[in-house]
């Protein structure tokens, strides 16, 4: 069974940068691919970023961070990133990983459909306010 932890949310500064670890134990990421998703107070949830399994690797990032996130992975650390730079207030939301073997084009899957994706961490709260 895929355990997947976030950790490194916090509190920011408008402009400001964080990197949310997603690492992974009972299973090897390699053969998954990794979904960020983030809900907001009030707010759906919604597709931020997704990575292919690793033999892929190919991307996906929402309109709304492209240009300023960038998702990764240390297959050695079993863990995903994702680097948040310039962020804003819209950013914040408690921020979600999930985890499956890829059955659909990693765009297609970074949809927040529970059905798509077997394994979500706990979620980590990001707060981007002055």
């Known amino acids: 069974q895929v355990q997947l932890v976030e950790s490194g949310g916090g509190l920011v500064q408008p402009g400001g940068s964080l990197r949310l670890s997603c690492e992974a134990s009972g299973v090897t990421l390699d053969y998954y691919a990794i979904g960020w998703f983030r809900q907001a107070p009030g707010k759906e949830r919604e597709g931020v970023s997704c990575i292919g399994s690793a033999d892929g690797g190919s991307t996906y990032y929402a309109d709304s961070v492209k240009g300023r996130f960038t998702i990764s992975r240390d297959n050695a650390k079993n863990t995903v990133y994702l680097q948040m730079n310039s962020l804003k207030a819209e950013d914040t939301a408690v921020y979600y990983c999930?985890?499956?073997?890829?059955?659909?084009?990693?765009?297609?899957?970074?949809?927040?459909?529970?059905?798509?994706?077997?394994?979500w961490g706990q979620g980590t709260q990001v707060t981007v306010s002055s």
């Open positions: 999930a985890a499956e073997p890829p059955t659909l084009p990693v765009q297609a899957m970074c949809v927040p459909v529970l059905g798509l994706w077997g394994s």
